[in-house]
């Protein structure tokens, strides 16, 4: 191997305990896929995407993944939303070229990995950005007897479906995807009846199990981490804002369970309608602004009408406050993301909840730079997986494709990088035993492994947000 310093070396290694894979990367002047001919990419991808007769480029070149969405529409209902991405999907570019499904393979004694992605419909601006960071993967990582078969989903059920026995009948050992949990269960019964692994990009825990596992975010995870370090500095007594749907139900079912190992308490919860443009009543609610304001009423007419100068002094203090007492909490979880928390952020103060008394809690939603911009959520506590690998990861896709990243690119990435080095055993590469060893795997959001039970566990750091980037004060664990 050329190891000169226009190269770039990848390596995958086990630690000294043999149980925990490690995806390290040795970075040079160039990306050594900078210099593969047409035709002869690592992985076969380019059997995939014909070559562009028109101009040939390097992925360092490329200005978005090379596939776009089909001009036909797609029947059914359009599939929901994930939750608090919209800013961040509407930053995406949109594909400039149509996407076309790739015939039937042939037979081949390669391994062959099967990709699920929204290549069109509602979630298409994700399933590119997450079918760049595959590349990516595969270019780092795949030997030359190592395939992905990419399929559209169209972002529905029943796409999904079809896609998945279009893998399975191309010869897929091992699905990564689709996105959305409605998708995964779609794909599911006919992956179990192939006996063919499926890890799926959602956050829904009811989906998994044999044979089925998924890579998603857990909000109960991250309300354990978060809340276990604010019980360590002191706090005892909690509050809860979040939208009343499946995902607040799930932070609000982990804040009790926590706090009830720990012997605190929740003294007050707020659940509002997700497709609410208002939080007036919530957050005056949550703060007992009423009842404090009408103390502050009350003390104040009790000084109305006295000239002596102490309580001429009182009276003038207490106009100067909106009420009296503090709130009957000492942390605040608000379980949103974007533009909701943004608003509901800036109505903190407004009804007298000092973040300086307060300390204002959040969930991985929060992990997005630039939210100390409202100073009511500078210096909250949020968990998240560590950022400093993801760090790194945005930065060369933005190189690579002159495109923000999404959020969830890393997963595809971190997936994908699974699949190649799993597939690396010839005899049955993705068996329970190996996708679910021990000591896991460290990808670009930080250690990870599969439970028995198809649930992801993550190691997760403690993040305060800052008035640009969030900075760790509690470290993520190196090893599960």
Known sequence: MDKSPN?????IKLDKCGKTLVFAMVIGAALALSACAPGQVSGKFSDLFPEDKTKQQTPEQTTQPQTTR???TVPGARPPQLPSLEDLLAR???PDREFKMPPPLPASDSIRVGLLLPLSGANERVGHAMLGAAQMALFDFAPDNFEIIIRDTKGTPEGAAAAAGL?????????????LSSSVSAVAPQARAANVPVIGFSSNR???????????????????RVVQYALTRGHKSFALLAPDDPYGAAVANALDRVTSEYDAFVVARELYDPSTTDFSKVVRNIANYDIRHAKLIEMQDQYVGLEDEESVQELERLKKVQTIGDPP???????DGDKRLIEIAALLPFYDVDPAKVKILGTGLWDEPSLGA??????????????????????????????????LTTLAYDALAVAIVLSRETQNPFAAE??????GFIGRDGVFRFRQDGLVERGLAVLRVGKKDPTTISPAPSKL
């Open 7 to 11: 190269n770039k070396q990848t390596n």
């Open 70 to 72: 089909p001009t036909q």
């Open 92 to 94: 995406m570019p949109r």
């Open 374 to 407: 409202e100073p009511a959520l500078l210096n909250g506590w949020f968990a998240a997986p560590d950022p400093k690998g993801r760090t790194e990861f945005f930065a060369r896709y933005k190189r690579m494709f002159s495109a923000q990243p999404h959020r």
């Open 434 to 439: 190996r996708l679910t060893q021990s000591g």
């Open 167 to 179: 893998a399975i009948g191309d010869g897929a050992r091992a699905i990564i995807g689709p996105l």
């Open 206 to 224: 009811r989906i998994v199990g044999n044979g089925i596992y998924t890579m998603g975010f857990f909000p109960e995870d991250e309300v354990r």
């Open 329 to 335: 909490f000492d942390a605040l979880l608000v379980a």
